[in-house]
C-alpha cells in the first residue's frame, strides 16, 4: 500500500542521448494515491514499460526520483521495493509444479506453511489451474503459463504495489473477463496501488479508476474515463479515446466564436489563445446533430454498427465523423449542429480552459 510520487522523471536508453526525441522518457511528474487502480494507456512505443520498469527498479531513470510514501527508492533493488510486477509474457519456473510456482514467491519470504496452503490454493481456482497443482509448468500451454505468472503477481497479499504490463494479451478474451474482474477483486480486498498498462481502450476504461494517458514520452492526461471522453486535455487522447474518437477541425479563434472553413460556430465562451498558437476545434462524433438544420455537411459514407450508425461526412473541406442513432433517419439536404457544452478548443494540440 503505497502513495508513488514520479519526480521530474526523464529517461534515456542510449549513454548520451542529443536531442529530445532521444528520451523513451521526456518529463514525467505526479503522483499516485495509495491504493488507486490506474491504467496505463497508449500506442505502442510510447513508454509504458520504460515508466512501468522504472517503478519497479529494473531501469534507474536517467533523471528524476521516485518516492513510496515518501521514502525516496530511486536507487532501491527491485526486491527490495515491495511490489509485484507481472510481464507480458511468462515468467515461471518450467521444472518446478504450478502449486510451488505459485508458492514461490510467499516461501522466499517464510510465510507460514498453512498460510502459503491458503493463499496458493485461492489463487490456483481463480486462475482457473485447480485440477493442474501437481503438474510441472513446462507442459503447459502459452496462456496457462501466462496464468501462473499472474497468479504469483496476486498470490502476496501484503505488497505495496502490483505493476501489470499487458499481461492478458495471449489469454481468450472470455477469461480474459474473468481474470480481469478477478484482479478488480483482489485489488478492493488488499488495497494494493495498482498499475496496469494496456495498449486497449476498452480494457483501460473498464478496469481503472483513473486512466493515465501516454503519448510520445508524456503523460498526456490523467483522468476518469469520463473527463477523457469530455474534455480531452490533448488532441491525441480525443483521437485515442472513443470509437470514432474526436472529430480535428482547424479554426480560428476570434473571441466566443470558432470560425472553421467558411463555417461560424458559437463557443459559448471565450477561449485563452497565446498568440501564433495553432488552434483547433475539437467534437465527438456523438455530439453532432445530423438534421434540418444548422451548417451543410456532405456525406461519403454510413456504416451500420448495430445500435449507432457512423456516418463519415465532409463539413467545410474537412472529414467528419457524426454517429446517429440505429433509427435515425439521414435527410436529402443533411446539415449539422454541434452541441456547444461539447466542444473544446486546442492550442499547440493541448486544450485551453475560458478567458478569466
Ligand atoms: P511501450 O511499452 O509503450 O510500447 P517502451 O517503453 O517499450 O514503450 O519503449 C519506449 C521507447 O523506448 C521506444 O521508442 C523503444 O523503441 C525504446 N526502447 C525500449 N526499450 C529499449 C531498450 N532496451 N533499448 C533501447 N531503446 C529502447
Ligand atoms: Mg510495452
Not at 69 to 81: E, F, I, N
Not at 170 to 198: C, N
Not at 252 to 260: C, E, K, N, Y
Not at 276 to 304: N, Q
Request: charged letters at 25%; proline letters at 5%; glycine letters at 8%.
Amino acid at each position: 500500500m503505497a502513495r508513488i510520487n514520479l519526480e521530474h522523471i526523464r529517461h534515456a536508453y542510449g549513454a548520451k542521448p542529443k536531442s529530445e526525441a532521444d528520451y523513451a522518457l521526456k518529463e514525467v511528474h505526479h503522483e499516485w494515491n495509495d491504493g488507486g487502480a490506474y491504467a496505463l494507456l497508449g500506442p505502442s512505443g510510447c513508454g509504458k514499460t520504460t515508466l512501468l520498469n522504472i517503478i519497479s527498479g529494473l531501469i534507474n531513470p536517467s533523471e528524476g526520483r521516485i518516492l513510496f510514501d515518501g521514502t525516496d527508492v530511486t536507487h532501491l533493488a527491485t526486491q527490495h521495493r515491495n511490489i509485484a510486477q507481472v510481464f507480458q509474457f511468462p515468467v515461471i519456473y518450467d521444472t518446478m509444479t504450478v502449486y510451488d510456482n505459485l508458492a514461490f514467491p510467499l516461501r522466499n519470504r517464510h510465510v507460514p506453511e498453512a498460510e502459503v496452503d491458503r493463499r496458493v490454493k485461492e489463487i490456483i481456482e481463480m486462475i482457473g489451474l485447480g485440477g493442474w497443482a501437481k503438474k510441472t509448468a513446462r507442459g503447459l500451454t502459452a496462456d496457462q503459463k501466462q496464468k501462473i505468472s499472474l497468479g504469483r503477481g496476486l498470490v502476496r497479499s501484503d505488497v505495496s504495489a502490483i505493476l501489470f504490463d499487458e499481461p492478458l494479451t495471449v489469454i481468450d478474451p472470455e477469461m480474459k473477463w474473468v481474470l480481469r474482474s478477478q484482479i478488480k477483486r483482489l485489488h478492493k480486498r488488499f488495497g494494493f496501488t495498482m498499475v496496469y498498462v494496456t495498449h486497449d481502450q476498452t480494457e483501460a476504461l473498464t478496469f481503472a479508476d483513473k486512466v493515465v494517458v501516454m503519448y510520445d514520452g508524456q503523460i498526456v492526461q490523467i483522468g476518469t474515463p469520463a473527463e477523457l471522453f469530455e474534455r480531452p486535455s490533448h488532441t491525441f487522447v480525443g483521437y485515442f479515446i472513443g470509437s470514432p474518437g474526436m472529430n480535428v477541425l482547424p479554426a480560428q479563434i476570434d473571441g466566443a466564436t470558432a470560425a472553421v472553413g467558411g463555417e461560424s460556430i458559437a463557443l459559448g465562451f471565450q477561449p485563452r489563445i497565446k498568440a501564433g498558437a495553432t488552434t483547433e476545434l475539437g467534437i465527438r462524433p456523438e455530439f453532432i446533430s445530423l438534421g434540418r438544420e444548422g451548417m451543410p455537411v456532405a456525406i461519403t459514407k454510413v456504416e451500420d454498427i448495430g445500435r449507432h450508425k457512423v456516418v463519415r461526412a465532409h463539413f467545410a473541406d474537412r472529414p467528419i465523423s457524426i454517429i446517429v442513432d440505429e433509427d435515425g433517419e439521414i435527410p436529402a439536404e443533411p446539415r449539422v449542429t454541434f452541441d456547444q457544452k461539447a466542444i473544446n478548443i486546442y492550442a499547440d494540440s493541448w486544450r485551453v480552459g475560458e478567458e478569466a
